[in-house]
């Protein structure tokens, strides 16, 4: 058996059965779904798959087809790079930012994370009427001064008209 890893993204509008009909064609190609993520976005159905097997891109790409045949959902698979997980040796945070909405909190806020050589490992955001919210899981380097990164991106938030916190993430939450 093959050990390349492939990484399969289906997109488009939500309807019930797109998670199991994806998972049976990857399942019937004997492909081992190692990682994965799903989440509606305004009623658009979003999933990301890492599967290993012995299949190729175009054997992927011809089992999942008829996902993709009534013009609904686009589909795609491409090779991956099997890169090793990062060394550990840093601190888990969670870093949430919410009030009303504008465009650029992201950007502004996840900049500073950047600078300071963080890595965010997972984030959310959600608009409920003019209340903006975001949610991210990141890594900060071991050393880090985190008083310093949490009064930068404080700092960032409030040029915004916005509000931050950072924490430390607690083990069962990630």
Do not use: K, Q
């Amino acid at each position: 058996m093959s050990t390349d890893l492939y990484a399969v993204t289906v997109l488009g509008h939500d309807r019930p059965g797109i998670i199991a009909a994806t998972t049976a064609g990857l399942a019937e190609l004997g492909l081992n779904i190692e990682d994965s993520t799903m989440t509606l976005l305004r009623g658009h159905f979003a999933m990301m798959l890492l599967c290993r097997g012995g299949s190729d891109a175009a054997a992927i790409e011809r089992a999942l087809a008829p996902l993709a045949a009534d013009g609904d959902l686009d589909v795609a698979v491409r090779p991956v790079t099997d890169a090793p997980a990062p060394a550990a040796g840093g601190s888990a945070w969670v870093l949430t930012v919410h009030g009303g909405d504008r465009s650029g909190i992201v950007s502004a806020v996840v900049a500073e994370v950047a600078a300071a050589g963080g890595n965010i490992t997972d984030l959310t955001t959600r608009l409920a009427g003019d209340l903006y919210l975001l949610v991210a899981e990141l890594d900060l380097p071991a050393g880090s001064d985190v008083s310093a990164v949490e009064g930068a991106i404080r700092a960032s938030a409030e040029r915004l008209g916005v509000t931050a916190t950072l924490r430390p993430a607690e083990a069962d939450e990630l």
